[in-house]
């Protein structure tokens, strides 16, 4: 664990006692299932959600200490929850399941819910950041490279100078064994970090959210590719390719041979299960 960083940083206070964090984690948030719509998309949830809703549950669990789960839904995402039935109860299961892809948001819209809008992964990241920093909960981060990590951190001091950042780690390109988890476990706990982002690619990540949600007071968060974009580590498509759903065109074209059958192959799945088969998982 040594590329942890867990040091608190000056002004903040001490990471909490195992008892506190248990005390935190039995006061539950205000119940806001009331407060957006969601629909089955290939049999994974998808909340009609946005920006502002989600910010405001991920805030008051952070504070809660009641732990949870978001996660930041694709069409990749639904294909993998059609191929892994236990992922997609993991992922159903989750706090929220924001349509991070607008082929979602137009899922959405096809289903009845003509209000639906995208809540983009790398845009939630800095918006949960502000509101973090204005509360001083400290966050984390989990995933990407040492160096992305490194400018990620530095990108967010520029633009949230109070933002306390007590842990951030690039864990190893493999299934951790089961003391290197219970390390890294321990270390995101020590370092009493009240939201922690999650970049480590779909289905990946969501797979370790929800193994560890139950055991970490922190909120869990999905980020997707969103380290790699706000780093600069990799190029964002532009914001009329995003708005007209073909971001996966300039990511495709960034990186062919990594993402050809994720979208060529995935793409023509989605279209085929959802729109010739009627939405049928």
Known sequence: MASAQLAE???GNAPDSGASRAARKRRAPADRSGSFASRRVLGMRVDATTYAETADAVIERAEAGAGGMVCVATAHMAIECLDD???R?????ADRVTPDGMSLVWALHRLGIDAATRVYGPSLLPILCARAEARALPVGFLGGTPEVLEALQAELRRRFPRLRMPFAWSPPFRRLDPAEDAAARDAIEASGVRILFVGLGCPKQERWMAEHREALPCVLVGVGAAFDF???AKAQAPEWMQGAGLEWLFRLGSEPRR??????????RFLYHFVLRGNRA
């Not at 109860?89 to 299961?93: D, G, I, K, L, Y």
């Not at 993402?259 to 023509?268: D, F, I, M, P, Q």
């Open 9 to 11: 940083e000056p002004g």
């Open 85 to 87: 039935p236990a992922l």
């Open 89 to 93: 109860r993991a992922v159903n299961s």
């Open 230 to 232: 706000l780093s600069g």
């Open 259 to 268: 993402l050809w059958r994720r979208y060529l192959v995935g793409n023509a």
